[in-house]
């Protein structure tokens, strides 16, 4: 039986945590041969999100801080077989995540990363975060040829055996498209649609700081990877 893991970063999360896990469609995917593991990475909560975590059923470990640090912590200890990823924020289709398994499974895909803007339901993203993310992903097209219209996009279905191939080095967001970028040019990979829904909880983006910060990190990834 396949084990498939549902990982979640989470800094502060106490009023979405919950709610977020019990999107995740248990009983469809046992129905459906499938075993699960839910695992929060938690990055020094100091509310009750931890306990909360528990209290739903999953596994919770402790990293160091950063969306980039967590995640490089959360994969590397996650058990699945499959592992596929979300904020802790309620905004990501973990209902959907059997259709696609069964994509990911019968296309053979190694990575697949899902595009929020295909059904970005009402008022769930800024104008200001839309225009920023779509200027990242217009220069990871630009700098990379990658072939997205999400790069900046927190739901990813990862391959646990070419995990290695695709970790980068970013401690912080820019870990996401680091993924991507290695990803799409290492391994059998694809963007499929998916929806993005209203966040529940306070944001952690720093939109100024974060959308710079990507921005140069994809030139600095385009220099480094000339050498
Ligand atoms: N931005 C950010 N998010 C973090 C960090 N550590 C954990 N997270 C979690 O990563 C997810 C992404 O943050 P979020 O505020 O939702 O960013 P957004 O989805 O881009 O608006 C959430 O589940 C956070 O709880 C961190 O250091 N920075
Ligand atoms: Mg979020």
Do not use: C
């Not at 502060?12 to 129905?31: D, F």
């Amino acid at each position: 039986m396949v084990l498939i893991t549902f990982l979640m970063p989470t800094l502060n999360e106490e009023e979405s945590i919950e709610a977020t896990i019990r999107t995740i469609p248990l009983r469809k995917l046992q129905q459906a041969g499938y075993r699960v593991e839910v695992l929060v990475v938690d990055g020094g909560s100091t509310d009750k999100t931890v306990t909360l975590a528990q209290k739903a059923g999953a596994r919770v470990i402790k990293s160091e801080r950063g969306y980039g640090k967590q995640y490089q912590f959360g994969l590397k200890r996650a058990k699945g077989e499959i592992i596929i990823t979300g904020d802790s924020d309620g905004t990501y289709p973990f209902e959907d995540a059997l259709r696609y398994i069964k994509i990911f499974e019968t296309r053979n895909f190694d990575f697949v990363t899902i595009n929020r803007f295909a059904h970005l339901e009402k008022n769930a993203m800024s104008p200001l975060t839309q225009i920023g993310n779509l200027g990242l992903t217009f220069w990871t097209f630009l700098l990379f040829g990658l072939p997205i219209r999400d790069s900046q996009s927190g739901m990813w279905i990862i391959r646990k055996t070419i995990l290695k191939q695709i970790l980068g080095h970013s401690s912080g967001m820019s870990f996401s498209q680091e993924l991507k970028i290695n990803a799409f040019r290492r391994v059998r990979s694809a963007e499929l649609p998916g929806r993005y829904k209203i966040r529940l909880g306070e944001t952690k983006l720093l939109k100024w700081k974060d959308g710079w910060g990507n921005l140069k990190h994809l030139f600095s990834m385009r220099i480094k990877s000339n050498r």
